[in-house]
């Protein structure tokens, strides 16, 4: 049956029916994503914004939510880290696994919303394209909160699918509860929330739905537009191009050769979707999308580009990670592309293909083991040279795992409460100038700076380069490695 004789309910009748390699299919899945986010999960150390997480999930619920005024992002994911590490142990790994668990999670839901949404052979390919994602996989290792955003989008998305399809309270209930929950984690979510009530056949109950998440919402849009108000600018996220634009749509395809075929299958899809004529050229009528299926992820897919319009004429907010969301909405129509094909050996090069170009290349495991030695022997020498009255500054790329196992204090120095005050910046060297520039003549209990930082990072070494303009410090000793400095403060 062709999917638009059910247009109102924007679904498939077909693709609701279960097939018996739905569950082999899903284990797969499931053992193969789980592989590849355990695979050297200890190995690169950790970065600015992960000792962050590390460092709120230690604070009291109160103080979580009370500093989501300096941070643009909801304190959902905090509260579940602080949860999970007070069940789990307070290691790294253990906060790891939970953002392990978000992504093994969402790839099972992604197959599961494709499945429903375009047929078997789309979600499988959605499936696979999510597990072996390099973008996803990488923020399936990151102690951040784009994991979890990933996998309660999905779940919102697939409650709204059965919702349309079913009609059923506990789907919509389930689709509140989701959005609450998506929301609650980035801001970014409520484009997905917006598209499923502008695309929805049944609206009505679905903007009483759309009520209780707004007003479950309201402490997160008071805390934002404080935050937004105290901190008219984001520095850290540079003016976007047209080059950052493409650099994301090639991450968010696979971050390789890969990118070129999803991107072209998830245009397949939709073209065929609008063109009356293309099928017969393409399948039968009942292997393709219609408009009104392919509608909604179709404009979820469209948050990349809306998101760099606003940045060209607003606020910059084109950052990658932001966008790990659009994954689900391009492997779902990459799949639906691979589904429309006529001939089924074409669907199985495809899908073999895409999985070839999708395997990752084999990481220097050697150098990144050596870059966290030579981070451990930095934080055993700040543990033993650092003095009350030291700050300590941080690029955003250093490994910050041995400095949160000995030496947090010097995290709590930038990190919280007053620095994060001022406007937070991946690069500390932005913000931390100006508290150390307020504060020496006052107190008099600055004498001495250490720079941490990469030593091949050119890049944050010319905003070092500014902020030392800015203060005037003089170089008194430099590590070896060029990983630390210390800088004595002009009396």
């Known amino acids: 049956m062709p999917v638009d004789a059910l247009a109102s309910l924007r679904v498939n009748a077909a693709c609701t029916r279960r097939s018996p390699y739905d569950v082999p299919i899903l284990v797969a899945l499931l053992l193969l994503a ?7 999960l200890s190995v690169g150390g950790l970065w600015l914004d992960e000792g962050y997480s590390l460092l ?34 307070q290691s790294v790994l253990a906060a790891q696994a939970l953002s392990v668990a978000c992504g093994v999670a969402g790839v099972g839901l992604g197959w599961a919303v494709t499945r429903l949404r375009f047929g078997a052979v789309a979600g499988l390919t959605a499936g696979l394209l999510i597990a072996m994602s390099r973008f996803h996989v990488h923020y399936s290792q990151e102690i951040r909160g784009y994991a979890l955003l990933f996998a309660l989008v999905v779940a919102a998305d697939l409650a709204y699918v059965r ?20 929301v609650a984690t980035h801001a970014f979510a409520w484009w997905v929330v917006g598209v499923h009530v502008l695309c929805a056949a049944r609206r009505r109950a679905l903007l009483a739905a759309l009520v209780v998440v707004v007003l479950a919402s309201v402490p997160l849009w008071l805390t934002l537009v404080e935050h937004l108000t105290t901190f008219r600018t984001q520095s850290w996220i540079v003016a976007p191009d047209a080059t950052g634009l493409a650099h994301a749509l090639w991450v968010l395809g696979g971050c390789g050769p890969v990118w070129m075929v999803t991107w072209g299958l998830a245009t397949l899809a939709l073209v065929a979707s609008v063109v009356p004529r293309l099928p ?31 940045s060209l004429v607003a606020m910059p907010m084109l ?12 492997a779902g129509l990459a799949g639906a592309g691979v589904a429309a094909l006529r001939i089924p050996a074409a669907r199985v090069v495809l899908v073999l293909a895409l999985v070839a170009l999708s395997i990752p290349p084999l990481r220097d495991e050697s150098a ?31 490994d910050f795992a041995p400095v949160v196992a000995q030496h947090p204090a010097a995290m709590e120095e930038y990190l919280l409460p007053e620095i994060a005050g001022s406007e937070y910046s991946t690069v500390l060297l932005h913000y931390t100038s100006r508290r150390v520039k307020r504060d020496v003549p006052a107190r008099g209990e600055y004498r001495r700076l250490w720079l941490v930082r990469r030593a091949t990072d050119r890049a944050e070494d010319a905003i070092a380069s500014d902020w030392f303009r800015a203060l005037d410090p003089t170089l008194a000793w430099q590590h070896p490695s060029g990983l630390l400095l210390r800088f004595d403060l002009p009396r």
Do not use: H
């Open 56 to 89: 709120q999930s230690e604070r009291s619920l109160a103080d979580i939510v009370a500093l989501r005024r300096y941070d643009a992002n909801p304190p959902l994911y905090l509260l579940l880290l602080r949860t999970w590490r007070s069940v789990f142990g």
């Open 34 to 40: 789980a592989a590849l986010r355990l695979r050297g």
């Open 368 to 398: 990144m083991a050596a870059r966290t030695d030579a981070s451990r022997e930095i934080a055993t020498l700040l543990q033993s040279e650092y003095r009350p009255g030291d700050v300590v500054l941080y690029t955003s790329k250093f």
């Open 280 to 310: 017969s050229f393409l399948g039968r009528d009942d292997a393709l999308p219609g408009w009104r299926t392919a509608a909604v992820p179709a404009a979820q897919l469209a948050l990349p580009f809306v998101v760099f319009a606003v």
């Open 163 to 182: 919702w349309e399809a079913r009609g059923r309270a506990r789907d919509l209930v389930a689709w509140t509860l989701a959005c609450i929950a998506a």
């Open 319 to 330: 950052v990658e990670r932001y966008l790990l969301q659009s994954l689900l909405p391009l």
